[in-house]
């Protein structure tokens, strides 16, 4: 085994660790937090070597390397891949054919094309409505208030499911501002679940840096990156 495969193994394994240590603390099942493996920062030959070490859900934030890397990757047949990154229109159709999972529908309209390109292909991908929770400018997504606003168009697909949001705490955030804004994204999900009488199972949200505040305030779905591959 080489040194960076087993850098590579260690980290993995230590992240396991951490993620499920986390749950327990907060009460909750360790069985209920998945993790997201995401790979944006490295070449195919490192992202096998995660796979290998045992994670078997990848995200990318560029459509272009998801379609690249999943192309080149066969032969794990419970690989899923996340795209974590923001979706423009034209790569809409490429990313459905290669995604099992959309963390970052921003609009209606990218839910209705999504929604269409998943039935003309036969794919039925599980999507997150990304909010913008913190309020910074740079980022994408619904506005709180909008995404209650339209919050009856999100089941309205007939293709693909929206099953939750997601969202990043702010540039700024210190620990306690995070876990008060990941506190925010969950009673967003409860009001939109209780005014539309939906199932909204999923929340995306807890990073490299936050994932424990996220784990703490019911994050279900945690995406980590820097901390697998940072030397
Ligand atoms: C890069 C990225 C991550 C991973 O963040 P790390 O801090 O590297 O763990 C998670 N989510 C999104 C949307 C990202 O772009």
Redesign the pocket.
């Known amino acids: 085994m080489n040194d960076r495969r087993r850098q590579i193994a260690d980290r993995w394994q230590r992240a396991v660790d951490d993620v499920h240590q986390a749950a327990v603390q907060a009460g909750r099942s360790p069985d209920c937090v998945r993790i997201?493996g995401?790979s944006?920062?490295v070449d195919t030959e490192t992202t096998l070597m995660l796979i290998e070490a045992g994670c078997s859900e990848l995200?990318e934030?560029r459509p272009q390397q998801l379609a690249k890397k999943a192309e080149a990757i066969s032969g794990f047949p419970t690989l899923r891949w996340h795209l974590?990154?923001h979706l423009q229109s034209n790569k809409v159709r490429r990313t459905v054919h290669f995604a099992d999972t959309i963390?970052?529908i921003d609009s209606v309209d990218l839910l209705r094309r999504v929604d269409r390109a998943a039935g003309e292909l036969g794919k039925s991908p599980q999507l997150f409505i990304e909010i913008n929770i913190s309020g910074d400018e740079s980022k994408h997504g619904f506005a709180a208030e909008e995404a209650v606003r339209q919050a009856a168009d999100f089941f309205q697909t007939e293709h693909a499911h929206v099953v939750g949001l997601?969202a990043?705490a702010g540039l700024e955030a210190d620990s306690a501002e995070s876990r008060r804004q990941f506190a925010a994204l969950r009673n967003l999900r409860d009001r939109i679940v209780a005014e539309t009488g939906k199932s909204l199972p999923e929340l995306?949200m807890g990073?490299?840096?936050?994932?424990r505040e996220a784990i703490a305030e019911g994050s279900t779905l945690v995406?980590?990156?820097?901390?697998?591959?940072?030397s």
Request: proline letters at 0%; charged letters at 20%; hydrophobic letters at 40%.
């Open positions: 997201v995401v944006k920062y995200g934030s974590v990154g963390h970052s997601m990043m995306s990073m490299s840096g936050d994932f995406r980590i990156g820097s901390r697998l591959f940072d």
